[in-house]
Nanobody, 125 residues
Framework: QVQLVESGGGLVQAGGSLRLSCAAS????????MGWFRQSPGKEREFVAA????????YYADSVKGRFTISRDNAKNTMYLQMNSLKAEDTAVYFC??????????????????WGQGTQVTVSA
């Protein structure tokens, strides 16, 4: 089992940047593929980005490609999401998640067994 805690959210102007962190407990962080999802009021939770166990492969939603960068540091049990050129439509609660399946489909929320509590990102126009 793994516990996830997000941090780094806040209020930023459009065009600005934020860096989210997801700290994981336990010694098995490197055995999990990881992902970021977001949810805004009245909308379903949507995929943002994901990274495989080694950090070698990254996946992005089209809406954030070229602006967001996902990374991980297995030695620190931490995953990151660098968000640049933020837009008002990026406003949401951002969740990190961990997937332990052998070949999880990382763009789908049901592939993930563990979730953090979320961190609010608000982008003012």
């Amino acid at each position: 089992q793994v516990q996830l805690v997000e941090s780094g959210g806040g209020l930023v102007q459009a065009g600005g940047s934020l860096r989210l962190s997801c700290a994981a407990s336990g010694r098995t962080f490197s055995t999990y593929a990881m992902g970021w999802f977001r949810q805004s009021p009245g909308k379903e939770r949507e995929f943002v980005a994901a990274i495989d166990r080694s950090g070698f492969r990254q996946y992005y939603a089209d809406s954030v490609k070229g602006r967001f960068t996902i990374s991980r540091d297995n030695a620190k049990n931490t995953m990151y999401l660098q968000m640049n050129s933020l837009k008002a439509e990026d406003t949401a609660v951002y969740f990190c998640a961990a997937a332990r399946g052998l070949y999880p489909i990382l763009t789908v929320s049901t592939s993930y067994e563990y979730w953090g509590q979320g961190t609010q990102v608000t982008v003012s126009a």
